[in-house]
């Protein structure tokens, strides 16, 4: 299979169109293929919160590259190599938390890239580089040009320095967290359509507009009205909840329609 490919999440956005993802927590390939066959365009494998740093990562891309579905990998923030590393075994970006200000957004980037962009270390050994069969000059132009940089929008200072952040060079997309968003102000819990979290979510989606970049926002239920509510907005990446909060939804309304056919 070659992945030196054009991006498709990339295209998609370059077209002006809307993308639909979800989030990938069980790192099962056929759960992605799944998500591929329903219709999606990505995924956003979590490896921040669920701790896969092992060869399940890998073959959960494989699935993904397989089923034409865009992997976007969430890692845990302050290693530069996850970066490097999430990137070598295929993923079609890399998705980095916590980004507070432009320093650490180019550090991301840094990350990713090879020079000029970057500073990221070469090596074609992995899924991407064909194991070590890729031609290097075309393998580094590639990597350059169709890999995303996601950076994640979850705190406070992030949203007083987003403009400074989303004017860097090789971000593509910001994140709005609005969970941690929520925590960061002081909500005791989530809490999407807080009036606070939602002028932290405009103010970066204005950015992002100035910038060139672009937003990705999780929805929650009433899809339809949340759909049509932040596409207003300007996001043009909707993610629809994961894996597992749609297997209980499924499973809940089943059972609840099964108990209500015998009157329980």
Request: glycine share 10%; aromatic share 8%; net charge positive.
């Amino acid at each position: 299979m070659n992945l030196h490919v054009p991006n498709r999440l990339k295209k998609l956005l370059a077209e002006g169109k809307t993308a639909y993802g979800t989030c990938i927590c069980t790192f099962h390939p056929g759960i992605v293929e799944l998500a591929a066959i329903s219709g999606f365009d990505f995924c956003r494998i979590d490896n921040e919160h669920a701790w896969r740093q092992d060869e399940s990562t890998e073959h959960v891309l494989r699935a993904a590259h397989l089923a034409g579905i865009t992997p976007l990998v969430r890692i845990d923030k302050g290693n530069p190599y996850l970066i490097r590393k999430v990137l070598e075994i295929g993923a079609s970006g890399v998705i980095v938390p916590e980004i507070r200000n432009a320093a650490e957004a180019r550090a991301a980037v840094r990350a990713a890239k090879f020079p000029p962009l970057g500073d990221r270390g070469y090596s074609t050994l992995g899924f991407s580089g064909r194991y070590g069969t890729a031609a290097a000059a075309d393998w580094i132009k590639w990597s350059n040009e169709e890999t995303l940089v996601v950076i994640m929008i979850e705190k406070t200072e992030a949203v007083t320095n987003i403009d400074s952040i989303l004017a860097v060079p090789g971000v593509d997309i910001a994140m709005f967290g609005p969970a941690d968003y929520s925590v960061a102000i002081g909500l005791p819990g989530p809490d999407k359509n807080h009036r606070r979290v939602q002028d932290g979510l405009r103010k970066t989606v204005k950015a992002a507009q100035r910038h060139g970049k672009h937003v990705i926002i999780p929805l929650g239920q009433p899809w339809s009205e949340e759909a049509a509510k932040y596409s207003d907005m300007g996001c043009r990446l909707l993610e629809i909840g994961h894996d597992y909060s749609m297997l209980s939804w499924a499973w809940k309304h089943a059972l609840g329609a099964a108990q209500r056919g015998i009157g329980k």
